[in-house]
Structure formats: structure tokens, C-alpha cells
């Protein structure tokens, strides 16, 4: 059963002076329950069954149900339908002259259990199938035992799953039992985690899912399962995904509501003396002063808790704009604490339109997101024009993207070696020799040198030479490549991929003391790479890497890594697309890489600060294919990478850790590209680059032309994801489009993989919201002044309200 509970702490809590005022002739209506229950449909799966029932008091009532039930007045229960499967909200919604109140019932049909039993039965090792190659080592000798498998349900990249093994033998019994958790990806299958569990002990281990992987559980025992048993089951304490006032900053005496989501709960309690509000997910009332509530969510696993505020509005400031196509920025100095901004826009014409853009232009690591709350009138809510159609992945995107976060993990402990050796004064090689086992005479066909490639000692040939760069091929895949091929490569390399290198982000350092650059092709996961170990002496030391070939290299792929394969349908690369956009891409993308970590790598140590941090580094690399003949509008690389942050902008973050480092690639990329723009490219990358300063501070040392400070960038940024290439004219007043780039592109057909996803943006309404970098509301006007007032607790709000001219076009 669903309750929906009210509280007064003016009344009843809280006590703080008289609780009446002037008696309204009518009551205002109260909605003291509203619940419901529902069933499979036995006539149509795809239904289920919804039975619902209301106590609610009042006079002269007008009682109403969304979700198609429509009105409901004089009536205490109703029978409807949802679908089956689905998470189905229904509001009540009770009015009279006095005012109104809502309520909702929520039916949840959503699976909850992810484990399907595939194999739930007593078995011997070899019944284990591809899973005893994996587990073989734990069983080696055992001739008395059995082996449960289960396979979890498909997960989402990122989903959680906690699954919980409590050991049901009899007491002071021995029989103890093992849980192991295998996932299968392309790669092959790989033994995560395990869990060794002692009778009426619950043991519990965590899967966050990667992409493209399944996972299979297996339960087993040294003892005959006839001796004891076992619980399986997924998931432990609740989720609390929600937990807010709605408003959450509001009048003295003036109505507020908490609002929860939460799954896997049986019991739900608020304190404040509100008590059990179990199957609820609302729970309505008034304050008189600021009020800290705390929601426990809790079940056999354990308890949950979440804390949100409602707060007192401690004031109000008036902004005016009156005027089509005028974008004002509010930001911190505008607020103080629990205070409003109050934006008039008088008369807004029938053809005229206003954003809101609240905007976490700080980027602090704490907290994760700004937080605000937008109240509005007089204003037609703006949907988007088409449905969202997020841009379609090339089909290597998602083992690419995969591949890059992978990246991105051994990036980021090399750069914790690096920043070690240079903060505690280790030396690299330029300081030391070259010395191995590749020094000089270079002879093209003759020359062998050994390369660790991905951590592989590989025998590799010298095979081509240019006027900077040795190319090198290992030997197991010489035939790969033609001296024709290799000198095309070397020509692009020389003629267009170094010059765009060196004008405008630098030049290599040499460490190696050979004039050039090695450019090796062997086996590799990637397209291509360079390491920063390559700075290093090879060796065990504490300043040292026993990985490192000791020079200036850039590591790529042979062709046939990504080789068409049509026994298993996967369509690859051809060859001749590989060499002509996929490898040179690559390589001046990690070129730039060589020469940002080369030069501060080569700073004396008084000088080093900090390498620049991955979320900067790597939308600049994407900056130096964009400044080549191989940008994204061939690629659509940074695309891919930008589709989840301009189809939720609110849950992507520009500067930190983030779920997601593919985003870096495309969605960091626009914001970078955006501040290039303004201040000339060759005049941004090239100092910021060299550094010594890294992060926000390095950015803002090398800012100029519109922008001031970071925050400046943001906001800019913002409003240009939001108006570029739209032709509106508030566009011959503003610069918020790119001069390069189009975000309206569009895909030109069905099957057209390049292009930008459309900007999620979301219909202008009364709305309480978190945002991670931006958020958009849209609205239309109505002939009217419109009141838009903007709130916020956080340390630094931010936003923009731009009133335009026209509406957008997509």
C-alpha cells in the first residue's frame, strides 16, 4: 500500500506562534490518502491492472487523475490501467475556491531482481563449460563438489549491482561456500571478485558494469550441496537517488513540499516528527524557519539516509530587461545568502522567446553540482521541435571508447610517476644519454631495435626514414605496410601534421639526442600512443620504468588490428581508410600529447608545477585534429564523445573525475575550441601548452579577448551550445557561435554517422534543479511582463537570461 503523508511544522512541530489567520469561508481541500494496488492484466501482457482509492476532505470539490483517468469528483476509487514493465506515475489533484493540493501514487513495474538462473542445479567441474577454464585453479584436485551458475540480466555501463551470498548451513555445521563473479567482454573472460561466506553470514560483492560486458555468477562448495545451502540475492541497502524540497527556498508561512525516489526500500522514515511515510514519495507542508530533514530508507541489507533543506528567502534583488535580444549574465555578486534574483521582462511579444541557462561556471570540486530552484509566469513552456536524436556512433566507437578510458587509467598513473620524479628532482634521459640498444647509425632495412610495445619486448626494423622521423615496423607484420604506403604517411606527417604541431602548440624536445622522432607499428589495442615512461631510464629505480624505450616515440597500430572481419560481422576499418583518415588523425592528435608532456617534463625542477590535468589535455589533442586536414567533420570522433553531454548537459561535468572520461574528447573539446576561438588559436594553444600552471589557473593566465575569468568562459560557452549557427538575430549582437564548427549540422541520412547531437533542452516551468555544468529552460512569450525569479543556496550562482528575438529551430 502507497500513503501519502502531510506535515505542518508551523502547527505541529515547530510551534513557533498562532497557526490561524483569517478563516477562509471554505476549507482548502486536504488529501489524507491516496493508494492503490495493481495486478497483471491476464487478457494483455503489455497491461497491468490499477486500482485506486483517495480519502480526501473538503468542500465543493473538484477531484481530477492524470494519466488519462480524468475527472474523478464525488468519487473515492476508480479502476485503470497502466503498462506493464514501465514506472507509471498518477497525480490527484484536488482543488476548490480555497486552493490546491496534489498527491501521487506511483506504479513501479520495473524488474528489480537482475539475476536469471541459467544453471540452478548440482553439477560436477566439468559440466562448467567456458567457465571452468576460469575457476579450474580453484577446484584443481576437488572431487566432491558442486557449482551453481547464474547470469545477471544485461546492465547499463556504469550500473551497480550488489549481490549477496548468506550462508543457510546447519549450525556449527562446516559447510562453507564461495561466490565468483565473471565478466565477458570482447577481450575474453576475466574473474572480478569473490566472496568466501561462513553459514548465516552475509557477504556481499559489488559489479559496476563496463560496457559490453555480461556477468556470470557462480555459487559453489568443497561440500556436497546436500549438507547445507545458500541465499542469493542482488542488491543490499536502498537507493536514495532523490531527496529535495520542492521549492527548497521559499516565503515564511508559504507551502513546501520533499520529494524521494527510492528503490529497494521497506521501510521509509522522515524525522522532524513526521515518522513513517512508507510507499510515499511526497510529503507536503510549512516551515518558519530554515529546516534540515533527514529521510532513512532502510531494509534487511541495511539503512540509507539523505538530507535536503528548506529554506527561508532572505531577500530579493530586481533585475529589468526590457529590450529583444539581450543576454544578462547574474551571477554571485547578485545574490546573497537564501536570496532571489527577480527578473522582469516587460511585455515579452507572442514572437519572442527566453532561456534560462543556470550554469555551474566555478566548476568546484565540491560540491559536484549548483544547485537552484526557477519560479516563472506569464510564460509558454517551449518544447523541442524534433526528438532528440543523439548523434549514431561509428560502429568502433564504443570499443574505441573503451579502449580511451582504459587510456585514460594508465594516463593517469604515469602522470603520478612523472609529477614523483619531477617534484623529487629525478633526472630524465636528455640528462643522461641515450644509451640502448637503438642509438645511431640509422640504416633504412638493416637498423633492429627492441621496443617494450604495450608492455611487450617486440624486434622491430628500421624502414623508412624522413627529415623528423624514423619509422619503424615490427617484424612479425613488416608485409603490412608498402615502402609507397609508408611514404605517404611520411609526406602527410612532414607536410601536414608537423607544421600544425609546431605554429601552434610547440615543438618535441629530443630527449633522446637524435634529431627525430621514432614512429613504431606493431600490434596494438589502439590506433596509436606515446607514454611519458618513454622519458625515463629504463630501469627498476625509483625514477625509472623498465617499460621505457628512453626516447621521443609515437607507437601505432598496423592496419589489420582493425581489419574488416566477416566471420564475425564486426565491419572494421578498411585499409585505405585507415590510412587515410584514422591513422594521420591519430597521429597529430598524440603528437600533441608528446610535445605538451615533453616540454614540462624538460622544465628545471624550480620551475615544474604540474602537467596539465587529462580533462584539459585531451580536448586539446582533439583542438590539434581540428586544426589539421583531418578535423571531426571527417572522423566524427569528437561527436561521439560530445553526444552524451549535449544530450544531458546537466549530468557532465567540464573539470574533474567524471563517470564518463570519453566526454573529455568531445565535450571538454567544445569548450576548449570555444576559448580559442576568441583569444586566435595559435595565440591560446601555444603558451597554455607550455605552461608552468595547469587546470583553471592555466586557463585563466591565457585568457584575453571576451573573457575575464573562467566563470567568463562558462557562460559564453553556454549560451553558444545554445545558439550557434541557429540564425536568430540575436547573434549580430552576441558572439555565441563557433566559427568553425556547426552544431546544427544535422545528419544529411539515415546512415550518415557524423554530425552533432541536437541540445537537449527542457520546456520553461516552475522547476527545482542540480546541474553539473549547464542546464536550459525555454519558454515562449504571451503579450505579458514576465517574473522569472531565480534562486540559489550554492556559494557561487551563476546564470544567464537571454531574451531573444524568434524561437529556436530545433
Known amino acids: ?31 489524507k490518502s491516496f493508494t492503490g494496488t495493481s495486478s497483471p492484466d491476464a487478457a494483455n501482457a503489455s497491461l497491468l491492472n490499477v486500482s485506486l482509492s483517495w480519502e480526501v476532505e473538503g468542500e465543493n470539490l473538484s477531484l481530477t487523475i492524470d494519466q488519462g483517468v480524468g475527472d474523478v469528483s464525488g468519487k473515492t476509487t476508480i479502476t485503470t490501467s497502466a503498462k506493464a514493465g514501465e514506472k507509471t506515475t498518477f497525480t490527484l489533484t484536488a482543488k476548490n475556491e480555497s486552493g490546491e493540493v496534489k498527491a501521487s501514487f506511483v506504479v513501479d513495474d520495473l524488474p528489480t531482481n537482475k539475476i536469471v538462473d541459467i544453471k540452478a542445479k548440482a553439477t560436477v567441474q566439468g559440466s562448467l563449460d567456458t567457465q571452468d577454464l576460469t575457476l579450474s585453479e580453484f577446484f584443481d584436485g576437488a572431487t566432491d563438489f558442486f557449482a551453481d551458475a547464474y ?4 546492465l547499463k555501463e556504469g550500473e551497480k549491482v550488489i549481490v549477496n551470498l548468506t550462508g543457510q548451513g546447519a549450525t556449527g555445521s562446516e559447510f562453507d561456500s564461495y561466490l565468483y563473479v565473471v565478466q565477458e567482454t570482447a577481450q575474453g573472460a576475466e574473474l572480478i571478485g569473490e566472496v568466501d561466506d561462513l553459514p548465516g553470514l552475509l557477504e556481499s560483492y559489488t559489479i559496476e558494469a563496463v560496457a559490453g560486458a555480461t556477468y556470470t555468477i557462480i555459487v559453489t562448495s568443497y561440500e556436497p550441496k546436500d549438507t547445507g545451502k545458500y541465499l542469493l540475492e ?6 536514495i537517488s532523490l531527496f529535495r524540497g520542492n521549492p527548497y527556498i521559499i516565503d515564511a508561512g508559504k507551502p513546501s513540499r520533499l520529494e524521494w525516489q527510492v528503490e529497494g526500500a521497506t521501510s521509509l522514515e522522515l524525522d522532524q516528527g513526521i515518522g513513517q511515510v512508507t510507499g510515499q514519495s511526497v510529503a507536503t507542508g510549512i516551515i518558519n524557519v530554515n529546516t534540515d530533514f533527514t529521510l532513512s530508507a532502510s531494509n534487511r541489507f541495511g539503512t540509507n539516509t539523505a538530507k535536503t533543506t528548506v529554506l527561508l528567502r532572505e531577500g530579493s534583488i530586481d533585475v529589468t530587461i526590457d529590450t529583444t535580444d539581450t543576454a544578462e549574465i547574474i551571477g554571485p555578486d547578485k545574490f546573497a545568502a537564501n536570496s532571489t534574483v527577480a527578473v522582469s521582462l516587460k511585455d515579452l511579444a507572442t514572437d519572442e522567446s527566453v532561456a534560462i541557462i543556470p550554469v555551474y561556471a566555478t566548476q568546484d570540486f565540491e560540491p559536484d553540482r549548483m544547485t537552484y530552484q526557477i519560479e516563472v509566469s506569464s510564460v509558454t513552456p517551449t518544447t523541442p521541435k524534433t526528438v532528440l536524436k543523439t548523434q549514431a556512433t561509428n560502429p568502433l566507437q564504443e570499443r574505441l571508447k573503451q579502449l580511451q578510458n582504459e587510456h585514460i587509467s594508465h594516463l593517469k598513473e604515469e602522470l603520478e610517476l612523472i609529477n614523483k620524479v619531477k617534484r623529487e628532482g629525478g633526472q630524465s634521459i636528455s640528462t643522461q644519454g ?6 645511431a647509425p640509422y640504416t633504412v632495412g638493416s637498423k633492429a631495435c627492441d621496443f617494450f610495445i604495450e608492455g611487450e619486448l617486440r624486434n622491430t626494423t628500421l624502414v623508412f626514414e624522413s627529415e623528423h622521423a624514423y619509422w619503424f615496423i615490427d617484424d612479425e607484420y613488416k608485409t603490412e605496410l608498402s615502402t609507397a604506403e609508408l611514404a605517404d604517411q611520411a609526406n602527410r606527417f612532414e607536410t601536414e601534421l608537423l607544421p600544425v604541431i609546431e605554429s601552434n602548440f610547440g615543438s618535441f624536445q629530443d630527449f633522446d639526442n637524435n634529431g627525430k622522432i621514432f614512429i613504431v607499428f606493431g600490434f596494438i589495442g589502439a590506433f596509436g600512443y606515446v607514454t611519458s615512461e618513454d622519458f625515463l631510464l629504463n630501469g627498476t629505480g625509483d625514477f625509472e620504468s623498465p617499460y621505457s624505450n628512453e626516447g621521443d616515440i609515437f607507437y601505432a597500430a598496423v592496419p589489420s588490428v582493425f581489419a574488416p572481419n566477416p566471420d564475425t560481422g564486426d565491419p572494421g576499418i578498411p585499409k585505405a581508410d585507415f590510412l587515410d583518415l584514422w591513422l594521420p588523425s591519430t597521429l597529430v592528435h598524440e603528437l600533441k600529447h608528446l610535445v605538451a608532456l615533453g616540454g614540462r617534463f624538460a622544465l628545471p625542477q624550480d620551475q615544474f608545477i604540474a602537467f596539465e590535468d587529462p580533462w584539459f589535455e585531451e580536448g586539446s589533442a582533439v583542438a590539434a585534429e581540428e586544426l589539421s586536414p583531418y578535423p571531426s567533420a571527417l572522423s566524427g570522433y569528437a561527436q561521439a564523445a560530445a553526444s552524451v553531454g549535449l544530450a544531458s548537459p546537466q549530468d557532465v561535468r567540464i573539470v574533474g573525475e567524471v563517470d564518463d572520461t570519453f566526454s573529455w574528447y568531445g565535450w571538454n573539446f567544445l569548450h576548449l575550441w570555444k576559448i580559442a576561438e576568441d583569444r586566435g588559436q595559435t595565440t591560446f594553444w601555444k603558451p597554455w601548452t607550455a605552461g608552468p600552471e595547469a587546470g583553471i589557473e592555466n586557463i585563466e593566465k591565457n585568457l584575453g579577448g571576451a573573457f575575464t575569468d573562467f566563470p567568463a568562459t562558462m557562460m559564453q560557452w553556454a549560451a553558444t551550445l545554445l545558439f550557434d549557427d541557429t540564425k536568430l538575430s540575436i547573434l549580430d549582437k552576441y558572439d555565441f557561435q563557433y566559427d568553425k564548427l556547426n552544431l546544427r549540422d544535422g545528419p544529411e541520412s539515415e546512415t550518415d554517422p557524423v554530425y552533432w547531437t541536437p541540445l537537449a533542452y527542457s520546456p520553461l516551468e516552475a522547476t527545482v534543479g542540480a546541474t553539473r555544468s549547464v542546464a536550459y529552460y525555454v519558454g515562449k512569450g504571451q503579450g505579458q511582463t514576465v517574473t522569472i525569479s531565480l534562486s540559489s543556496a550554492d556559494a557561487a550562482p551563476y546564470f544567464m537570461v537571454v531574451r531573444f528575438k524568434g524561437e529556436l529551430p530545433y
Not at 502531510?6 to 498562532?18: H, I, K, R, T
Not at 542482488?234 to 537507493?239: C, E, H, L
Request: aromatic share 8%.
Open 1 to 31: 500500500m502507497k500513503w501519502v503523508k502531510f506535515f505542518s511544522l508551523a502547527c505541529v512541530l515547530l510551534v513557533m506562534g498562532a497557526c490561524g489567520g483569517t478563516k477562509q469561508p471554505v476549507s482548502a481541500p486536504v488529501i
Open 151 to 154: 547470469r545477471l540480466e544485461p
Open 234 to 239: 542482488t542488491n543490499g541497502a536502498p537507493i
Open 434 to 439: 641515450f644509451s640502448d640498444n637503438c642509438a
